[in-house]
């Protein structure tokens, strides 16, 4: 009698054991079939990582030769664009002070502040300042905070093209009638 209540508990564990082997050897199989798809996602990765950094090797490539036309071009239309002459001593006469070639602040309404604003956003020239649009111009105001966001340059790029083909004294007459660069 004594056998028996011996025997259950090992046949208990002797079960247990063997469904613990089976379960275990079942799991094993499936993180072998989950590490084999991890892994092929990986490659799939490195691969499409591969393409990629090939395509924008080739973009900036790209890039590169039309930045190469583009500056070409540039000094090409530079030199058959009509060039005007800075006539430092005209302008002394109509304004009764010293003028700079480039100077934003002969613009009404730009400031010292607002000319460094400007050249801060690429524009440094009279040229490249009556090439700006408006909205552009506002933009880079409002970027500036409140103080500058007030102004408005409706007619700044008008003066400033006047300025660069040595309009001085259309320029002049002109802005006798703005007040603080708007109309």
Request: hydrophobic letters at 40%; one cysteine or more; glycine letters at 8%.
């Amino acid at each position: 009698m004594n056998i028996p209540c011996i025997l259950i508990p090992v046949l208990v564990g002797l079960i247990c054991g063997i469904l613990g082997y089976l379960l275990g050897k079942m799991n094993s199989k499936g993180d072998d079939s989950l590490a084999l798809s991890l892994q092929a996602d990986l490659d799939a990765c490195k691969a499409n990582t591969r393409n990629l950094n090939a395509k924008i090797s080739s973009l900036e490539a790209d890039l590169a030769s039309k930045a190469t036309i583009s500056s070409s071009a540039q000094s090409f239309s530079s030199t058959a664009a009509p060039a005007f002459l800075f006539d430092a001593s005209l302008a002394a006469t109509l304004y009764g002070k010293k003028i700079k070639e480039n100077d934003l602040k002969i613009v009404e309404g730009i400031g010292p502040k607002i000319e460094a604003l400007f050249n801060a956003a690429g524009i440094t020239t009279w040229q490249e300042l009556s090439e700006t649009s408006t909205e552009k111009l506002q933009s880079i105001l409002d970027a500036g905070g409140e103080n500058y966001a007030i102004h408005n340059p409706s007619t700044w790029a008008k003066q400033a093209s006047l300025a660069y083909q040595g309009k001085w004294q259309e320029l002049k007459d002109w802005q006798q009638g703005l007040l603080g660069g708007k109309e």
